[in-house]
Structure formats: C-alpha cells, structure tokens
C-alpha cells in the first residue's frame, strides 16, 4: 500500500534464500514475492550473499552489494535476516534511495533506527508502520 500503483515502482529484495548462511532458495518466499512483484510491473533488484541467481527470474538482477540493489529503490524488503542486512548501515541507505520504504519480513530490523535515518518502517505481523 506504500508504493500504489506499482508498475515502474523500483523495488530491493535483500536476501533470496530461505535462511541466512545457506544459498538454498527452496520453498523460499523470496520466489513468491519477486514472482508477484513482476506481474505487477516492479523493477526489481536483489541481494544475497550466497545467492548469485535465481532460476527461473531472468528479470532479477541480483548483486554481491547491498547498496547497488538499494540506491534508486522505491522500497527496501528484507526476506531474509543475513547479518549484514540486519547490521546495514540505514542512513546511507535513505540517502541513496529515491523512496523511503522498508518491509521487515523477518521482524529482524530495529524500527527505531529506521526511523531516525528517515525511513518508514513496516514490519510484517506488526500492528502499524511507523514513520
């Protein structure tokens, strides 16, 4: 509901598989999620340190850094709780970014920290987002 409507929206999924310290991406919802993303006409970009492609996505274009799939998003999705992500550093992050949007979908964020880099932060199963 923070990026309507979602077509040309820019969008960085951070981590593709399933659980930190694996490059498994079986049954990870990253598949459903960036799959639903480009139906909808979201420009996407990954990062995963141990994930270098995923099948079946020829539209994803996945990077080794954080911030190269960042700068220019509209939104930031956290899908999986790599310490680096967790740990990233969120002001440079709001400084590169064209919008201002988190999804914590691991609740592994500090919503506070989030905020005060100027972020809106949504965490998934959450009562609210929080500015």
């Known amino acids: 509901h923070h990026l309507r409507p979602l077509r040309g929206r820019r969008v960085a999924l951070l981590g ?4 930190p310290g694996t490059d498994d991406t ?3 919802p990253a598949i459903t999620i960036a799959r639903s993303l480009l139906e909808n006409g979201v420009i ?4 995963d340190p141990m ?14 850094d954080p911030f190269e799939a960042i700068c220019d998003a509209d939104a930031v999705v956290l899908l999986t709780e790599w310490p680096e992500f967790v ?15 988190v999804i914590d979908g691991r609740n592994a964020l500090d919503p506070e920290v989030l905020m005060a880099a100027g972020l ?3 965490g998934v199963g959450r009562h609210a987002s929080r500015t």
Not at 16 to 19: E, G, H, I, Q, V
Not at 58 to 63: F, G, H, K, N
Not at 87 to 101: Q, S, T, W
């Open 51 to 64: 994930v270098t492609e995923l099948p079946g996505f020829a539209d994803l274009s996945i990077y080794a």
């Open 26 to 28: 079986r049954d990870t």
């Open 16 to 19: 593709l598989a399933f659980k």
């Open 44 to 47: 996407l970009r990954a990062c």
């Open 87 to 101: 740990n990233l550093d969120f002001e440079y992050a709001a400084e590169c970014m064209r919008g201002k949007v």
């Open 120 to 122: 809106t932060y949504e």
